[in-house]
T-cell receptor, first 114, second 112 residues
Framework: NAGVTQTPKFQVLKTGQSMTLQCAQD?????MSWYRQDPGMGLRLIHY???????DQGEVPNGYNVSRSTTEDFPLRLLSAAPSQTSVYFC?????????????FGPGTRLTVL | GDSVTQMEGPVTLSEEAFLTINCTYT??????LFWYVQYPGEGLQLLLK?????DKGSNKGFEATYRKETTSFHLEKGSVQVSDSAVYFC???????????FGPGTRLSVLP
């Protein structure tokens, strides 16, 4: 059981470049989400999905796209990177249906946009 | 909307000192409450949780009690160790397991 995996661990982009952050989980979780973590601001929800084919926006969705074609994978796409997107990105997953269900986090991707 | 407030850090303690990190929340309905811990260079991991009023969550010597009357979920540990140095996040979930709301985090440093 690998849990939640994220690739890459580190990435440096130039302004305007695009890239995809990968996230996968092997726990058959319905719910998956992406957060960004910035100093002094905690975790902010970017996008989430409650199942394959269903996605929705979180608190800070601008500049990011997601899709959920399978239960296991939930990639995050940056279409045209900006310096404001320099951050640490965490993917998380969990079961739906009960508020007491915890979320499981991946190790994070540290992104720098120059 | 729902929100979580935590005491500002950083918090610096000596080994074996008593720890309290305050957390209060605002939510409609009856949320579940969580404490997550993030060690340097790692993702968040669940430390403890409580799902209803007066529940006490505990793990690794840490405790927190769900106080509905004061909308609080303060984290405590009687004797901290250097290995407890980390960032601690209070969080709530009030939407059938979707859309956690996290506090800003409190950085704890424990000195030998």
């Amino acid at each position: 059981n690998a849990g939640v995996t994220q690739t890459p661990k580190f990435q440096v982009l130039k302004t305007g470049q695009s890239m995809t952050l990968q996230c996968a989980q092997d726990m058959n979780h319905e719910y998956m989400s992406w957060y960004r973590q910035d100093p002094g601001m905690g975790l902010r929800l970017i996008h989430y999905s409650v199942g394959a084919g269903i996605t929705d926006q979180g608190e800070v969705p601008n500049g990011y796209n997601v899709s959920r074609s399978t239960t296991e994978d939930f990639p995050l796409r940056l279409l045209s990177a900006a310096p404001s997107q320099t951050s640490v990105y965490f993917c998380a997953s969990g079961h739906r249906g009960r508020s007491y269900n915890e979320q499981f986090f991946g190790p994070g991707t540290r992104l720098t946009v120059l | 909307g729902d929100s979580v407030t935590q005491m500002e850090g950083p918090v610096t303690l000596s080994e074996e000192a008593f720890l309290t990190i305050n957390c209060t929340y605002t939510a409609t309905g009856y949320p579940s409450l969580f404490w997550y811990v993030q060690y340097p260079g790692e993702g968040l991991q669940l430390l403890l949780k409580a799902t209803k009023a007066d529940d006490k969550g505990s793990n690794k010597g840490f405790e927190a009690t769900y106080r509905k009357e004061t909308t609080s979920f303060h984290l405590e540990k009687g004797s901290v160790q250097v290995s407890d140095s980390a960032v601690y996040f209070c969080a709530l979930s009030a939407d059938y397991g979707q859309n956690f709301v996290f506090g800003p985090g409190t950085r704890l440093s424990v000195l030998p």
